[in-house]
């Protein structure tokens, strides 16, 4: 037996048809008499764009650096695009500014927004937080 098929306590009728009077009402109760119960939206900054900061002169490890830190961001479904702090000067500003003395190469977010170098990512990889780092992280 469902529980559709047991029968209604007569006591409670009023409430369950005065409840499904108040979230239709309020717009929340769906055509199979379901109630919506809004969620908090997370704050996700998914729209904004993922720059990897490098040094194209910067030397074998920054390559390499480099590489692991795209391949991650890669396999985590982060569309990203580089800035060359060789040769932009804008980019060299930004990361002086930002990055608290941090190596590179590393992911900044939007025109300024530094979410880390390519140790921080290493290390929300291992835990299975890149998306968050670079997506939900103010």
């Known amino acids: 037996m469902k529980l559709k ?8 009728a009023h409430i369950t048809a005065g409840a499904r009077a108040k979230a239709a009402a309020a717009g929340g109760v769906g055509q ?3 109630v919506h119960v809004p969620q908090p939206a ?3 900054f998914e729209d904004e764009p993922v720059y990897v900061y490098t040094s194209l002169a910067g030397g074998f ?3 390499t650096r480099t590489n692991r830190l795209t391949t991650i961001l890669t ?3 982060i569309k990203f695009e580089y800035r060359d702090l060789g040769t932009d000067e804008e980019a060299k500003k930004i990361w002086r500014r ?3 003395g941090k190596t590179l190469p590393g992911v900044v977010r939007g025109k300024d927004d530094y979410i880390g170098n390519w140790e921080e990512v290493e290390e929300a990889n291992e835990n299975y937080e890149v998306r968050s780092l670079v997506y939900e992280s103010y």
Do not use: E, V, W
């Open 75 to 77: 396999a985590n479904r």
């Open 98 to 100: 930002y990055c608290g």
């Open 5 to 12: 098929d047991y029968p209604l306590n007569p006591s409670l």
């Open 61 to 63: 490890q920054i390559m």
């Open 32 to 34: 199979d008499g379901s």
């Open 42 to 44: 997370k704050m996700t």
